[in-house]
């Protein structure tokens, strides 16, 4: 069974403009989360979608989004783009959603915010 | 609020020693606890997960972690360290009923030859 794919691994953006990051599941996984991971805030949760309904969200402000479409594929979308939002943004995907269940991490999209 | 404190943000051993990477978390419910590890340029990896039963969680790669109640720890094991282990290991907690985890700062596990 294939892992949890991102698209593109990296990227570079230059401030003020946005960016959207693509994150296929697990097949069959329903849940999607995505974290954002910096050297100074260490993993942070962003938000999670679990049958294209976000179920959680973290403390980040608004210019973060992400929506979930009927194959359970996700994006995330920052808008205005800061230079403290470079940082790997995982993405992470769950058969289920629920404090117990077994999270699948991606290898990341590297975005660097020039 | 739950939160988690990894102890030592650097641990290094020699091959063939015993691996201790210490875990502390803060709940004020019953957790759900799980340790990752990050290998350069990759996602998490899952090691080993407590939700409820069995204190003493045997993991992948021989890895093993044991949920401590009182002392609000669960600390992760492995009796001999090996080359491969080298990585950043990340415990997390969760409390909630959505899949939001709460890590640590890391600890970076180096295996001296």
């Known amino acids: 069974k294939a892992g949890v794919t991102q698209t593109p691994r990296y990227l570079i953006k230059t401030r003020g403009q946005q960016v959207t990051l693509s994150c296929s599941p697990i097949?069959?996984?329903?849940?999607v989360s995505w974290y954002q991971q910096t050297p100074g805030q260490g993993l942070q949760f962003l938000f999670e979608?679990?049958?294209?309904?976000?179920?959680n969200k973290g403390n980040f402000p608004g210019r973060f989004s992400g929506r979930q479409f009927s194959n359970s594929r996700s994006e995330m979308n920052v808008s205005t783009l800061e230079l403290g939002d470079s940082a790997l943004y995982l993405c992470?995907?769950?058969?289920?959603?629920?404090?117990?269940?077994?999270?699948?991490f991606g290898p990341g999209t590297r975005l660097t915010v020039t | 609020a739950q939160s988690v404190t990894q102890l030592g943000s650097h641990v290094s051993v020699s091959e063939g020693a015993l691996v201790l990477l210490r875990c502390n978390y803060s709940?004020?419910?019953?957790?759900?606890l799980f340790w990752y590890v990050q290998y350069p340029n990759q996602g998490l990896q899952l090691l080993l997960k407590y939700t409820t039963g069995a204190t003493l969680v045997k993991g992948i790669n021989g890895f093993e972690a044991e949920f401590k109640k009182s002392e609000t720890s669960f600390h992760l094991t492995k009796p001999s360290a090996h080359m491969s282990d080298a990585a950043e290991y990340f415990c997390a907690v969760s409390v909630t009923g959505a899949n939001n985890l709460f890590f640590g700062t890391g600890t970076r596990l180096t295996v001296i030859p």
């Open positions: 097949s069959g996984h329903r849940s």
């Open positions: 992470a995907s769950s058969s289920l959603t629920g404090a117990a269940s077994e999270q699948y």
């Open positions: 979608y679990f049958s294209e309904t976000q179920r």
């Open positions: 709940s004020s419910v019953p957790p759900y």
